[in-house]
Nanobody, 120 residues
Framework: QVQLVESGGGLVQPGGSLRLSCAASRFTYGTTFSSYAMGWYRQPPGKERELVAGISSVGGTTNYADSVKGRFTISRDNAKNTVYLQMNDLQPEDTAVYYC?????????WGQGTQVTVSS
């Protein structure tokens, strides 16, 4: 069972920045971190979970929700088994619990989430 631990959330003022990290471990037999596509999702209060950004297993391809394009950047360091989400120009509507997900074939693994609150 892949284990994912998110960190880096917190309270930030509008226009501020945060960088989230997701450290992965306990990969299934025969796989490494680079075997998994990674994604960041978020769940605002009272709403459904939504995709924020995704990155392919070797990092060559990324995709973003329209609402975060130009403000958020997803990246990964396969040597450190970590995926990052750099969030700039944060706005109150970015307030949510942010989750990391690892995907390989039909298997998905989720972290516990980290709270991001954007408020003055």
């Amino acid at each position: 069972q892949v284990q994912l631990v998110e960190s880096g959330g917190g309270l930030v003022q509008p226009g501020g920045s945060l960088r989230l990290s997701c450290a992965a471990s306990r990969f299934t037999y025969g796989t490494t971190f680079s075997s998994y596509a990674m994604g960041w999702y978020r769940q605002p209060p009272g709403k459904e979970r939504e995709l924020v950004a995704g990155i392919s297993s070797v990092g060559g391809t990324t995709n973003y929700a329209d609402s975060v394009k130009g403000r958020f950047t997803i990246s990964r360091d396969n040597a450190k088994n970590t995926v990052y989400l750099q969030m700039n120009d944060l706005q109150p509507e970015d307030t949510a619990v942010y989750y990391c997900k690892a995907r390989r074939q039909s298997n998905n693994y989720w972290g516990q989430g980290t709270q991001v609150t954007v408020s003055s």
